[in-house]
């Protein structure tokens, strides 16, 4: 377990490192695969985080900017708390995506995180079950639990209690564990201690994250502009994607996993699942009870259902497919949401093609929402000049990931 092993990071010998020792050893039965802790102070990186709430890096995320001292300090929670025990539980990477090309095939790709149960569910149980083992061990002490909840920093609670450090991607990195985890923290009360040195940084000269991020969102000095992740684009981003961006997306609907894929401290194998590679078509034509039949218990909830097919639709606009411009043509005659119908008619646009131009014809006759009647005019304008291609011949980010 190597740098999973608190007692290797802690000073030995004290009531505080035995108790340590024993949360360690029950977190790891619950299936954390990283343990640290820290006292709690106010987090020294606050000039940073008011630089970056002014600068608007948030979006559309405007919770971030609520009471920021909060988040800098959880002693603002409860002043009686003393220190964070930290937790980092695994997920599965995908596997390499099918040799097929998906824009023949036609299908999107999902962040391996959302594969399964809604990891909220499953690692809120484990770390709520930490918590009453604490309480157990220290009768009447106080454990709160997080698991991206709450005004919590917690890839910066990650670093301070060492379980590894901010990479170029910006996601917190383990030597052993790569980045393939979910964190959660459990404050208490009791006077635990910290690491005796900081983790350190590995990043080194590597700067392929940077390199290979489709939409230019990370920089140099370990930023990122969250704006233009495509992450944030697909899933926190509830108003119309910008057109600039939208080729930049390939055939990603719900998260990326691009940086993570290509860091050398994460191992590349994993399991491939249609449930991350779904096939485009059927998802544009869920209506609401079908979203949340099929989503209800699952992360991708998150970004309801117009965020989804409006996300599915760029992706069959960005295939080159003139297979894909009967559902979608079927979609902007049937669909109820205008964020939709917007980003349909776009992809109609620039797929192209006879059967497009009488679709988004049609569908100018009718649509009584501006935005959508632009878009539909934006998309007649490219479709008169589009021509449909062959998708075997199309290059893309996605192409390099074959």
């Known amino acids: 377990m190597a740098e999973a092993q608190s007692s290797r ?25 990283l343990v640290g802790f820290a006292p709690l102070r106010r987090l020294p990186r606050a000039a940073f985080y008011a630089q970056w709430l002014a600068e608007g890096r948030q979006g559309e995320m405007a ?25 980092a539980f695994p997920y599965r990477p995908a596997g390499a995506p099918p040799l097929a090309d998906w824009r023949t095939s036609l299908r999107g790709r ?9 990891y909220h569910l499953l690692v809120l149980a484990r770390a709520r079950a930490l918590a009453g083992q604490i309480q157990r061990l220290r009768p009447g002490a106080q454990a709160r ?14 670093r301070e209690s060492a379980l590894g450090w901010f990479g170029r991607n910006t996601n917190l990195i383990n030597r052993v564990q790569g980045s393939y985890f979910f964190l959660s923290e459990i404050f208490t009360d009791l006077p635990l201690e910290g690491p005796h040195r ?48 939208r080729p930049a997306l390939g055939n990603w609907i719900f998260g990326c996993d691009i940086c993570q894929e290509v860091c050398p401290w994460n191992d590349a194998g994993g399991a491939n699942s249609d449930e991350l590679n779904p096939w485009l078509p059927e998802l544009l034509r869920l209506d609401d009870d079908g979203f949340r039949q099929r989503f209800s218990r699952s992360a991708i909830k998150r970004a309801k259902r117009r965020g ?16 894909a411009v009967e559902v979608l043509a079927e979609s902007l005659r049937t669909e109820p949401e205008p964020l939709v119908r917007g980003h349909v008619a776009w992809a109609l646009g620039n797929l192209g093609g006879p059967g497009a131009r009488r679709a988004l014809l049609q569908a100018a006759q009718s649509e009584s929402t501006p935005a959508v009647a632009e878009e ?25 990931q074959d």
């Open 63 to 87: 919770y971030l900017a609520r009471d920021p001292e909060r988040r800098l300090d959880p002693r603002r929670l409860d002043p009686s708390l003393r220190a964070v025990i930290s937790l």
């Open 376 to 400: 539909i005019t934006a998309a007649l304008r490219a479709a008169t000049g589009a021509r449909p291609r062959d998708p075997a011949t199309c290059q893309g980010i996605e192409r390099d």
């Open 308 to 323: 989804l097919l409006r996300n599915v639709a760029v992706a069959l606009g960005n295939s080159a497919n003139p297979a």
């Open 9 to 33: 990071t802690h000073r030995g010998g004290s009531a505080q490192s035995t108790l340590q020792g024993e949360i360690g050893a029950a977190a790891r039965e619950l299936g954390f695969i």
């Open 145 to 158: 639990v997080y698991v991206d909840t709450g005004p919590v920093l917690e890839r910066e609670w990650g």
């Open 110 to 118: 999902i962040a391996s995180y959302a594969l399964g149960p809604d």
């Open 198 to 245: 900081d983790y350190g940084e590995f990043c080194g000269r590597c700067t392929r994250c940077l390199d290979r991020c489709p939409t230019g969102a990370l920089a140099q000095g370990y930023r990122i502009e969250p704006r233009l992740c495509i992450s944030y684009l697909t899933i926190e981003s509830r108003g119309p994607i910008p057109l600039h961006l």
